[in-house]
């Protein structure tokens, strides 16, 4: 009884929402204007899905590329794929993004995405250096909302 009551009030309000307020734009989680440099084999796919929740993405496929782009793009986040680095790689990203966040004086998120999500592969993202992963294959609310989260943009 208690949804067959709720749902139609639900969806009378959300009606009259989108004809009064038109200009509104729903959703929780925002990424508009977030800059997200993203270091994976399947970064294209990756920054059209960013793209469609209003952030600003930019691909790289490899560390040296990766180096480059950090300077150029001055991101705010980095959605890093521990599948494709080994752990040097990984150590100098992370140095290089120290050093972002001190030449820019601002906080840059930096998360890893795992192949997998067992219990060698959580200790070696923690190893070095994470404290937030997303396992493959990567859910695109789980990566909206934890960037979100990471960036102040939950609402």
């Known amino acids: 009884a208690h949804g ?3 749902t139609p009030i639900t969806e009378l309000m959300c009606e009259w929402g989108k004809s ?7 959703g929780y989680c925002r990424l508009e204007d977030v800059k997200v440099l993203i270091i994976s084999n399947e970064a294209t796919s990756l920054c059209l899905e960013l793209e469609a929740h209003h952030g600003i993405a930019i691909a ?3 560390l040296n590329e990766a180096l480059v782009l950090i300077d150029r793009f ?3 986040a980095l959605l890093v794929d ?7 790689e990984v150590e100098l990203l992370i140095n290089r993004v120290d050093l972002a966040r001190e ?7 930096i998360v890893a995405v795992i192949p997998n999500n067992n219990s060698e592969a959580r200790r070696r993202t923690f190893r ?3 404290s937030v992963h997303l396992s493959k294959p990567v859910d695109v609310s789980e990566m909206v ?3 979100a989260g990471l960036t102040g943009k939950m609402k």
């Open 4 to 6: 067959q009551t709720l």
């Open 20 to 26: 009064h307020k038109i200009n509104y734009k729903f």
């Open 60 to 62: 790289a496929i490899d």
């Open 74 to 76: 001055e991101p705010d």
């Open 82 to 88: 521990l599948s494709i680095l080994n752990d040097e």
């Open 103 to 109: 030449r820019w004086q601002k906080y840059l998120a």
């Open 128 to 130: 070095l250096g994470f």
């Open 145 to 147: 909302a934890t960037l």
